[in-house]
């Protein structure tokens, strides 16, 4: 398994563990400078970040998709307004565990 692999296989193990839906995942593009997280994708730059370990690189960055969810959830008007709660329960299980 390639790096990218390992890092995408982990971000999916944090997603099911944590109960948070599972972005589109991909790596990076050309153009992507670092990590993009948004609400629906995650793309993953291993090359911007080449002496990251992979748990720490898939852990990383399911913290900023975890904040997309949350800003997105803020302001939704639909079931996406129970992403607030899904990224609070998730903090609150990775403190109590």
């Known amino acids: 398994m390639n790096k990218y692999d390992v890092i995408e296989a982990l971000f999916r193990r ?3 563990k944590y109960n948070v839906p599972i972005p589109k995942i991909s790596p990076a593009l050309p153009a992507d400078p670092c990590d993009f997280t948004d609400s629906t994708t995650v793309r993953i ?5 080449p002496d990251a370990a992979p748990h720490w690189h898939a852990a ?3 913290g900023h998709y975890l904040c997309c969810l949350h800003a997105v959830g803020d302001e939704a008007e ?6 607030c709660d899904l990224v609070a329960d998730a903090i609150g299980h ?4």
């Not at 730059?45 to 970040?49: F, G, L, P, Q, Y």
């Not at 639909?78 to 992403?83: C, V």
């Open 14 to 16: 944090l997603c099911k």
């Open 60 to 62: 990383h960055v399911f």
């Open 45 to 49: 730059n291993v090359i911007s970040a």
């Open 78 to 83: 639909d079931e996406r307004g129970t992403w």
């Open 94 to 97: 990775m403190i109590c565990d």
